[in-house]
């Protein structure tokens, strides 16, 4: 059971290049998550997809659009990079209701933006 | 959903409690309280939630006060590898969004 698969695990970007960063979890649930992390801070909610089919701005969505490709898969691209983006970013899924809904986090993509 | 205040950092001594604090006055009826983890860099780790009634799990115990105002996660024996960043996050049960504050640095010394 691998839970939630991030990749690349790390990027090295020039500014105004654009990349895609991948996310896929097999524990069937409906909702998926994109946070970044920048050092010595909390995690920022970008964008998050209650069920799929459907996507919702969270608090810093500025620079950034994501597709929920299937149930399984939710990516996040960024299609002309900025050195403000780089961060550590992270992905998450759970349920979308029900008691139990504890978030399940990918490892991270280490993203730097030269 | 609810905001929620934590103390910046905290200090425990190794194999002592660890009571972390959190502070959600404008929480709702239909709103949990959970609590994350996250060691170094890693991705968080969910530890434990609860709505009015204490939770005690194999990693932790969540006491929610009466009001429910307020919570406070216990780490019974506290080691060296519970040192992370320890987040309160307040959560409808129905809610999509899962929000983080800036959390509680604890630091288990030796």
Redesign the interface.
């Known amino acids: 059971n691998a839970g939630v698969t991030q990749t690349p695990k790390f990027q090295v970007l020039k500014t105004g290049q654009s990349m895609t960063l991948q996310c896929a979890q097999d524990m069937n649930h409906n909702s998926m998550y994109w946070y970044r992390q920048d050092p010595g801070m909390g995690l920022r909610l970008i964008y998050y997809s209650a069920s799929e089919g459907t996507t919702d701005k969270g608090e810093v969505p500025n620079g950034y659009n994501v597709s929920r490709l299937n149930k399984r898969e939710f990516s996040l691209r960024l299609e002309s990079a900025a050195p403000s983006q780089t961060s550590v970013y992270f992905c998450a899924s759970s349920e979308l209701s029900g008691a139990d809904t504890e978030a399940f986090f990918g490892q991270g993509t280490r993203l730097t933006v030269v | 959903d609810a905001k929620t205040t934590q103390p910046t950092s905290m200090d425990c001594a190794e194999g002592r409690a660890a009571n972390l604090p959190c502070n959600h006055s404008t929480i709702s009826g239909n709103e ?1 309280v ?1 609590w ?1 983890r ?1 060691i170094h ?6 530890i434990i ?1 609860g709505l009015k009634n204490n939770e005690t799990n194999e990693m932790a115990s969540l006491i929610i006060t009466e009001d429910r105002k307020s919570s406070t996660l216990i780490l019974p024996h506290a080691t060296l590898r519970d040192t992370a ?1 320890y ?1 309160c996050i307040v ?1 409808a ?2 809610g ?8 509680t640095i604890l630091r288990v010394k030796s």
């Open positions: 949990y959970y994350y996250q860099s890693q991705g968080p780790q969910y939630h960043v987040y959560r049960l129905y999509n969004k899962l929000v983080f504050g800036a959390g």
